[in-house]
């Protein structure tokens, strides 16, 4: 993946790229002043992003379809887009298979007879899977497909690897899935889904770190940009397990050691109160 101006080189999977998109483009943060968002801002951050970017030397704004906001009057010239789109990345040249991307929000994930049907929101069509690699996806993207996906307002976004079949039939090869708040923030879970329309609502700004650049070796679940130094908030789901144990007395360790507040949510308990305070803020 490269930047037009070649600031930016790195080897990247699917998750990877959906990561970095999405980072790139100001969607894993979030600030009050900018009051909403809906995937008509998604959209047109992400294509402002994809117009300066190449993959594999290529320019990703051939590669990649965003799928645009649905509105009626915009109908017809979204079908022929997408239109444009299979024919001139995915449309067979001889005997090789070509295969493009598609950005784009899962509505839902409906069986059929030889696999999965995924409708997008948005989209008129629908991209088709085998069962094996429908089941192989819900095994690496758990929460995106678990049934606490659908609380808090959550959706899903998916990056799909695809190529067309002998019929014409949109098929995906890979993909990679995300959960999102209401306002599109990423989610490892549906716990962190809730703690992102809490800060949200409660006027915070914060970002939401994602995994394509995992060098940190403390990573937090989110990190408040409201205050000085920046402050951390971790949501904590899982008990009994001493790795997890370990790692939660780390990030405390490291927040402590850096003078950096911390306000901690252990699910089995209600969600703290999130709201900004004068001083410091200090593990609960």
Known sequence: MEQRDGRARRSVGLLGLLHWLWDEAQLSSWHPRWRRRTWWVCHARLRE????CAINHEELSGALYVVPPFREEYARRNSAAFETFCVARLKRRGDAQ??????????????????????????????FATAALDQRLRRSY????????TEHEAHRVGLFLVELSPKGNVIVVDMAAMLVSKLYIPADTSNEVAMAN????AGRAYVKP???????????DFLLTDTHPHSYVEV??????????????????????????LIEWDVADAIPDVRRRLGAWHPS
């Open 210 to 220: 994602v995994r394509y650049d995992g060098s940190d070796l403390v990573f937090p």
């Open 98 to 127: 070509r295969r493009g991307l598609i950005l784009g929000e899962i509505r839902d994930v409906r069986p059929t007879r030889h696999g999965v049907r995924y409708a997008l929101a948005h989209h008129r069509g629908a991209l």
């Open 198 to 201: 809490a800060l949200a609502g």
């Open 236 to 261: 904590y789901g899982i008990h009994g397990r001493a790795s997890y144990d370990q790692r939660k007395r780390a990030k405390q360790a490291h927040c402590q050691g850096r003078g950096a507040g």
């Open 49 to 52: 992003q994809v117009a300066g």
């Open 142 to 149: 758990r929460s995106a497909f678990s049934e606490a996906s």
